[in-house]
């Protein structure tokens, strides 16, 4: 973790955070009491990303008197690529080797091997994986001549 903030709000919570996983100056809060983030292995979470389990706030229902916006736990597989300033929100699960877009709002589930972008967050592209890795196929890019190339 190059910097960014890491926070246990009203303690009790839990953020457990895999092997070989990169943060990049994210804030990753548990807001709630007993609520968890767990970040699976060889992930990595790019600048701007927020995850928070809860809202901050108690939202009431009026005429009971009962709160209604109870925190959810957030899990990311082994193997996710999370863009730049995505916000993962409370009940957020991301299944592995996929990948959310730059400023994705994710509420939600996103299967594995999906590609998911937007606000809300919405599958664009299914059965793919990512690599840290830079790299052109021969003739798949007009600058790039010869055999293949990977950075």
């Not at 709000?9 to 457990?16: E, Y």
């Not at 070989?20 to 994210?26: D, G, S």
């Amino acid at each position: 973790m190059s910097a960014g903030l890491l926070r246990l709000i009203h303690g009790a919570g839990l953020i457990a955070i895999g092997a070989r996983t990169t943060i990049v100056e994210a804030e990753i809060i548990s807001f709630e009491v007993g609520t968890k983030i767990v970040i699976g292995e060889d992930c990595l979470i790019s600048y701007g990303v927020h995850a928070w389990t809860g809202d901050a706030h108690s939202i009431v229902d009026a005429t009971t008197g009962k709160r209604i916006n109870h925190g959810r736990d957030i899990n990311i597989a082994n193997h996710v690529w999370i863009g730049y300033e995505a916000v993962l929100l409370k009940g957020a699960t991301v299944g592995r080797d996929s990948i959310l877009g730059a400023r994705t709002v994710l509420s939600k589930e996103i299967p594995s091997q999906c590609l998911a972008a937007g606000n809300p967050a919405k599958i664009i592209k299914k059965n793919v994986t990512w690599t840290p890795e830079v790299f052109y196929e021969k003739e798949s890019n007009p600058l790039v001549a010869g055999e293949n190339v990977r950075f």
